[in-house]
Structure formats: structure tokens, C-alpha cells
């Protein structure tokens, strides 16, 4: 298996940009998880997905952040209107999703760097 | 206050050593998962483990439920053991350490 895929791997846009994230998850998986990375916030859980649906987005810093998981294979981040603190690593993981949703082993994708000029 | 700690911070040891990082928590889990984050930004999902000890190659975890503190062991460490480890606790929510930067030189 490849493992979590996600693209972009590095996105550079300016303020007020949409910018769009995508995460393959590994087959077979049914929890997805969103996670953000900054120097000064550290890990951050953003969303999680189970069989598709969103189950905590309590981590979603704002109604600027989106995310949608329209098929098993597939989950979008999108920031709409994006602004320089938004810059960080976006991180994609997923797990089996059968034994309890963040109970499990999960397999991260190797990111996207996001700046926001 | 964090709801996870982590400490050291910063980690410097000569190869060979024998290395521990320790996590303490304050909420209640279901869940204790050890991280390995590489220079390169990648993570790897180390350990997760909700009673008594895993060991994994050199890499030993061990957890105490009723004093809420985890240990990570790396025993014979390695330069390319080089990384930084994320603890990190999940329950209701998901809580991250801040993470310990550990280098191993030759």
C-alpha cells in the first residue's frame, strides 16, 4: 500500500486565497484525521472523519476552515479566506476505525507545508 | 496547564545510551500513543497503549494508569534515532505534548 496520501506538499498563496488540501487515506481505513503543526501551537487535532462523517470538528479553529470526506477514499481541508497564521503543516492520518475512533494505531501522511504571504 | 507534559524538553546523548522520556497527563484516556517525528517533518506512529508495556525493536513504553505517567525507552540508541517524540493522550479528545527533540551523537 502507499500509504496516506496528500497533496499539495507545499503550498505558498496570499491572504484572502482559498487553498484546498487533499488526503488520500489508506484503503481499507475508515476513521480520517485532520491535524495542524505550528512552532507555537504544536500538534492540534483539527477533524475527524468515521465511514465518512464528521465526528469531533471541535478542533476547527474557525468557520474559515472546512472539511469534507465525500467518499472513502477521499477528504478535502479548505481554508476560505486564508491569512498568514494559517501557515503551518497540515497533516492526514488514518486508522482501521473499528475499535473505538482514536483508540487505534494511526498512519500519517507526510504533510503539506502551507504559507500564507 | 497542559493537559499532557512531557519532559525533557531537549535531549542530548551520546550513542550507545540508554534513553528515557517521560509523559505525565491529567485527563482521563482511553489511550497513550508515542510519536516519532523525523528531521524531515514525516511522523510515525510508535506505540499506542492503554495498560502495562510494549516493546518494539530497542523501543520499550510503559504506562501507569493510576499515576497517568508514561515512559518511552530506547535502549542502545542510535544516531538515527535522532527525532523528536510526541506523547500524546486520547479520550474524549485528543491531547498532544509539546514533544521532546532528541539527538544522538555518534
Known sequence: DAGVIQSPRHEVTEMGQEVTLRCKPIS???????????????????IYFNNNVPIDDSGMPEDRFSAKMPNASFSTLKI??????DSAVYFCASSLGLAGLIQETQ?????TRLLVL | ?????????????QEGEFITINCSYSVGISALHWLQQHPGGGIVSLFMLSSGKKKHGRLIATINIQEKHSSLHITAS?????????????????????????TVIP
Not at chain 2, 496547564?1 to 535531549?11: D, G, H, R, T
Not at chain 2, 479520550?91 to 505534548?97: C, D, L
Open chain 2, 1 to 13: 496547564k497542559n493537559e499532557v507534559e512531557q519532559s525533557p524538553q531537549n535531549l542530548t546523548a
Open chain 2, 78 to 102: 542510535h544516531p538515527r534515532d535522532s527525532a523528536v517524540y510526541i506523547c500524546a493522550a486520547s479520550g474524549n479528545q485528543f491531547y498532544f505534548g509539546t514533544g521532546t527533540s532528541l
Open chain 1, 28 to 46: 481499507g481505513h475508515n476513521s480520517l484525521f485532520w491535524y495542524r503543526q505550528t512552532m507555537m501551537r504544536g500538534l492540534e487535532l483539527l
Open chain 1, 107 to 111: 498512519y500519517f501522511g507526510p504533510g
Open chain 1, 80 to 85: 476560505q479566506p486564508s491569512e498568514p497564521r
